[in-house]
């Protein structure tokens, strides 16, 4: 079975413009999450989601990011406009609540540029 | 608030011998579950090992083992004949049950391991 997927692997973009990062999770899993780790902040999670509904959001910076799951297999994270400081690795991550300890699985991760 | 703490920001270690990473953990949850994660070099989240509060023994993966004291709150990694590609970051985290899937996570040791 496929891990977590997530595109693209490394994006470089110029201040202002909008960067969207995408996440397929593993088949049946009914958790997603997206994570930012920086040096400064450590592993900050962002969003999650249960079932494609969001959960809880706080971590989300601010307005200028935004994420939806429009059915299981999919989600995004959106930035706009981006800035310098939004430059990380994001990671999605998904679990399944059916059994075991629930641990997460990761994606590669995304790194992102923001110049 | 729910709370890890990682003291250790650098350990070393000779290969072959024993290695312990601390973690203490934070909450007035009853219910709760505690993860390590590996993150070698190449960026990636390996999951490694879980122990539940309920669970009477110390979880145990393979070279990986959890010194779980539940009365002091730490949750400490034990890796046992340390081997050069286990140098990397090892995060704690925890997660309370009152919100399933969610994890709080440390803010991770840099282990190197000495040939």
């Known amino acids: 079975d496929a891990g977590v997927i997530q595109s693209p692997r490394h994006e470089v973009t110029e201040m202002g413009q909008e960067v969207t990062l995408r996440c397929k999770p593993i088949s049946g899993h009914d958790y997603l999450f997206w994570y930012r780790q920086t040096m400064m902040r450590g592993l900050e999670l962002l969003i999650y989601?249960?079932?494609?509904?969001?959960?809880?959001d706080s971590g989300m910076p601010e307005d200028r990011f935004s994420a939806k799951m429009p059915n299981a297999s999919f989600s995004t994270l959106k930035i706009q406009p981006s800035e310098p400081r939004d430059s990380a690795v994001y990671f999605c991550?998904?679990?399944?609540?059916?059994?075991?300890?629930?641990?997460?699985?990761f994606g590669p991760g995304t790194r992102l540029t923001v110049l | 608030a729910q709370k890890i703490t990682q003291t250790q920001p650098g350990m070393f270690v000779q290969e072959k011998e024993a290695v312990t990473l601390d973690c203490t953990y934070d909450t007035s949850d009853p219910s709760y579950g505690l993860f390590w994660y590996k993150q070698p070099s190449s960026g990636e989240m390996i999951f490694l090992i879980y122990?539940?509060?309920?669970?009477?023994q110390n979880a145990t993966e393979g070279r990986y083992s959890l010194n779980f004291q539940k009365a002091r709150k730490s949750a400490n990694l034990v890796i046992s004949a340390s081997q050069l590609g286990d140098s990397a970051m090892y995060f704690c985290a925890m997660r309370d049950d009152s919100n399933t899937g969610k994890l709080i996570f440390g803010q991770g040791t840099t282990l190197q391991v000495k040939p």
């Open positions: 122990q539940g509060s309920y669970d009477q």
């Open positions: 989601f249960n079932n494609n509904v969001p959960i809880d």
């Open positions: 991550a998904s679990s399944s609540e059916t059994g075991g300890p629930h641990e997460q699985f």
